[in-house]
C-alpha cells in the first residue's frame, strides 16, 4: 500500500468585517498571525504566510515563539522580494534613513533580545537582513498610516505583553464654535485660534494572549468597531488551566459582552484540541442574542457562508463584490471550494 500524501495545511481564516478585512491562523501554541490589510498591520507573526508579506508593520503582543517565530524570515523575505524597501537606495536628504523593509512593534522588554534574535541570523547567513525593531511604550502611539495610530497597551500574560488599539485620529469643531458661519471660523482660525481638538476613535483592539484584567474594559477595546480577542479555552472546566497559563476563558468573554460594544468579536487562539463546533455551541448557549456578533476566525465553513451571503448581497444591489475576489488572500482561494474544518 503507498503512504498516503500529506495533509493539506495553511488555510488562512477569513471574515469581511467593513471596511476591514481580519485574515490570517491562529491555534493556540502552534501560531497565530492576523492581519488587517486595509490598516497596515498585522498582530503577531507566529508564522509568516504569504499574505502577511505585504504589511509593513507587525505589532507583537509578546514573545512566545508561536506569536513571533515567523520574524525572522518576514524580514528575510520582504527584502529578498523587495517589498516596501527603498533600503538599496541613499539616505533621505534630511538625513532619514528610507522606508526600511520592515518593522516590528514590541514591548520595551523586548527589544534588544530580538535584536539579538536578528542578528544571530548574520554569522549563519554570512549577509545581513535590514530590520526595524520599534519599542513602544505601554500607553505611547505610533503612525500606521495617515490619522491611523496604533497604541499599546499593557496587558498581564506569563511574560512582557501587549494589548494594541488602531484609533482613527479625527478634527472635531470645538462646541463653542459649532454655532458659527463658516466665515467667522475663518476669521478665527487666520488669526491663530484653535477652533478644532482631536479626537481618537477606536477601530480595532487586539488582546493578545492575556489574563483578564481591567485594561479590558477601557474605551480603546470598550469602543472599538472590532474586538479581536485571544479564547483559547471553551470547557467550563477549563477556568484553571486558562488561569494558569494566563489566557482567556470564554466566561472571560462572556462578561464583556456589555461593555464591548464592537459590532463584532473576533476569537482567535483557540486551542486545537477544541472543536470548532463545539466552541460554535459554547457561544450559542451564553451568548444568547450576542452570538450573532461572535465570530470565530478558524470556522472556515461558516465564514466562507457568511461571504458567500456578503457577496450575494452586493450583487443584488447592483454593487461589484467588496473586496474583489482577486483581493483575498492566496491560499483562501485556493482552499476555498472544498473548505473543511
Ligand atoms: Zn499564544
Ligand atoms: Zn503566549
Not at 481564516?13 to 471596511?19: A, H, I, N, R, S
Not at 523587495?82 to 526600511?100: A, F, M, S, Y
Not at 505583553?161 to 454655532?179: A, I, N, T
Amino acid at each position: 500500500m503507498l503512504p498516503s500524501p500529506p495533509a493539506r495545511e495553511g488555510q488562512l481564516g477569513f471574515l469581511y468585517l467593513p471596511p476591514y478585512r481580519v485574515q490570517g491562523i491562529s491555534v493556540a501554541g502552534e501560531q497565530t498571525v492576523i492581519q488587517i490589510p486595509e490598516l497596515d498591520v498585522a498582530f503577531d507573526i507566529g508564522q509568516c504566510t504569504r499574505a502577511v508579506l505585504s504589511v509593513p508593520t507587525i505589532a507583537l503582543s509578546h514573545a512566545h515563539m508561536d506569536h513571533l517565530g515567523g520574524l525572522p524570515y518576514w524580514f528575510s523575505q520582504r527584502s529578498f522580494q523587495k517589498i516596501g524597501g527603498e533600503t538599496h537606495l541613499p539616505d533621505k536628504p534630511d538625513g532619514k534613513p528610507r522606508v526600511p523593509v520592515g518593522r516590528c512593534v514590541c514591548h520595551p522588554e523586548l527589544e534588544q533580545s530580538l535584536r539579538g534574535m536578528m542578528r544571530a541570523w548574520e554569522p549563519l547567513e554570512r549577509q545581513k537582513t535590514p530590520f526595524e525593531i520599534v519599542a513602544l511604550e505601554p500607553e505611547k502611539d505610533l503612525e500606521l498610516k495617515n490619522n491611523i495610530r496604533l497604541r499599546a497597551i499593557e496587558t498581564r500574560h506569563t511574560v512582557p505583553s501587549l494589548g494594541f488599539s488602531v484609533l482613527e485620529r479625527r478634527s472635531k469643531l470645538k462646541e463653542e464654535f459649532r454655532d458659527l458661519p463658516q466665515e467667522k471660523l475663518r476669521e478665527l482660525r487666520t488669526r491663530g485660534t484653535e477652533i478644532t481638538r482631536q479626537m481618537d476613535i477606536p477601530l480595532i483592539a487586539y488582546t493578545g494572549d492575556t489574563a483578564p484584567g481591567e485594561y479590558l474594559v477601557r474605551d480603546e477595546f470598550a469602543d472599538a468597531k472590532i474586538v479581536i480577542a485571544e479564547c483559547t479555552f471553551f470547557e467550563p472546566d477549563h477556568n484553571d488551566r486558562a488561569r494558569t497559563g494566563m489566557h482567556l476563558h470564554i466566561d472571560d468573554i462572556i462578561r464583556m459582552l456589555p461593555v464591548w460594544k464592537a459590532e463584532a468579536i473576533v476569537l482567535v487562539h483557540v486551542s486545537r484540541r477544541t472543536t470548532i463546533h463545539y466552541a460554535r455551541e459554547r457561544i450559542e448557549q451564553l451568548a444568547g442574542a450576542d452570538a450573532g456578533r461572535i465570530h470565530l476566525l478558524m470556522d472556515h465553513r461558516s465564514n466562507r457562508a457568511r461571504y458567500d451571503a456578503q457577496v450575494a448581497a452586493a450583487e443584488d444591489a447592483n454593487k461589484p463584490p467588496a473586496p474583489p475576489a482577486e483581493e483575498l488572500p492566496r491560499e483562501s482561494q485556493e482552499d476555498i471550494p472544498n473548505a473543511v474544518e
